[in-house]
Structure formats: structure tokens, C-alpha cells
């Protein structure tokens, strides 16, 4: 019995750590389908835009991300034009009700700070399929869902100091029909709150 049950929490938690690490550079985002602020469901292939979109993992109460969001906003409005969208996703249980909704307070956050549709991860089902474990956190994926970046957006926190822009700088290669040189960057920032945590 002892043995029984040793040998299935061990499979429990290979399967868990094959699962903590999603997915890979160079494998295919699923679509998936999520409510936006308004209750609104979304998709990504309906969002995506004709040369890809990325997927940026956001908190209203981060630090960090809020460091972040007038460079954002600033990329997702370049970008656009050029056929790249930026999706937001909030994945923070802590930022939920009771019916995995967004507050009052984060809906106001969200409608007076982005620029770029936010959508809501209810139980964190997409983060845990990407990988996701922190506020921010890109996935730059292209037309046909390849993931060709997953990070960083810069190597700065406070944005006075960015030195490698490697979000953008995956864009422009690609753009450019040219691989993506750096591929990952450890992303930084707070603790995704997910279900459970």
C-alpha cells in the first residue's frame, strides 16, 4: 500500500513539474477563449493580429507592472500598425470575486491604464498551460500561434535604464523576416496569485 501510494504522488508531481514548465520556443499556443473586463468571451485567433500578437501576463496591484505600463501601452500602439496586438491577461486570484470576476476596483484600474484588451484566467487554466509564473510576462507568438519569445519585456525595471528591448526587438526581427536571436529572457516582476496559492 505504502508503495502504492509512493509511486503515485511521485507521477503526481513529474506530472506537475512537466506542467509547471509549459510551453516551449518553438511549439504552438492553442487557441483559447476567455471574458474580457466586460464579461465579453474572447479568443486569441480572433485578436491575434495578421503577423501575431503578444500575450503579456499583468496585475493591477504589481509594482512592477505598473513600471510598466506606459511602455506597454507605448509598444501595443507601435505594433498594432504594424500587425502585432498586445493582449493582456490577468491570471491573480486575488484580483477575482467569489465567481472568478474582475473587482470593482481592477475593471476601473484597467479601463483608465491600458490601451489593449485585458482578459481574465479564471482558475490560471492559460497560465499554467504557458508557463506563466510572473506579472510581467511575455509570450510573442506569430500568425500561425508559433512561440518565437517568451520574458522579458526589457532587461529595467524602472524603464530608465533599458539597455535591451528584447520584446521589440524580437518584433522588428521578425517583421524583418529574420529568426528571433534571443529567444527567452528571464522575466521579472511579482508572484502570479493562483488558485490555491
Known amino acids: ?20 514548465q509549459g510551453i516551449t520556443v518553438g511549439a504552438v499556443v492553442e487557441n483559447f477563449s476567455m471574458p474580457d473586463v466586460n464579461g465579453k468571451v474572447q479568443t486569441l485567433n480572433e485578436m491575434k493580429g495578421k503577423n501575431g500578437a503578444v500575450i503579456v501576463f499583468v496585475s493591477s496591484q ?5 513600471g510598466y505600463n506606459d511602455r506597454m501601452n ?50 490560471n487554466v492559460i497560465a499554467d498551460k504557458l508557463g506563466a509564473a510572473t506579472t510581467p510576462e511575455a509570450f510573442y507568438i506569430d500568425a500561425k500561434n508559433t512561440l518565437l519569445y517568451h520574458g522579458a519585456i526589457d532587461n529595467d525595471r524602472s524603464g530608465s535604464n533599458v539597455t535591451e528591448r528584447y520584446l521589440t526587438t524580437a518584433f522588428d526581427s521578425t517583421l524583418a ?21
Open 177 to 197: 523576416g529574420k529568426p528571433v536571436a534571443k529567444k527567452s529572457a528571464n522575466a521579472f516582476g511579482c508572484t502570479i496569485k493562483k488558485v490555491g496559492m
Open 62 to 66: 504589481c509594482p512592477v507592472v505598473k
Open 74 to 123: 507605448k509598444i501595443a500602439a507601435e505594433y498594432a500598425a504594424k500587425g502585432i496586438t498586445f493582449i493582456g491577461i490577468n491570471a491573480n486570484s486575488t484580483e477575482m470575486d467569489a465567481m472568478a470576476r474582475p473587482v470593482d476596483w481592477v475593471k476601473t484600474h484597467i479601463a483608465a491604464t491600458y490601451r489593449f484588451p485585458v482578459l481574465f484566467d479564471k482558475g
Open 1 to 20: 500500500m505504502k508503495r502504492a501510494v509512493f509511486f503515485l504522488t511521485a507521477i503526481f508531481a513529474l506530472a506537475f513539474a512537466a506542467n509547471a
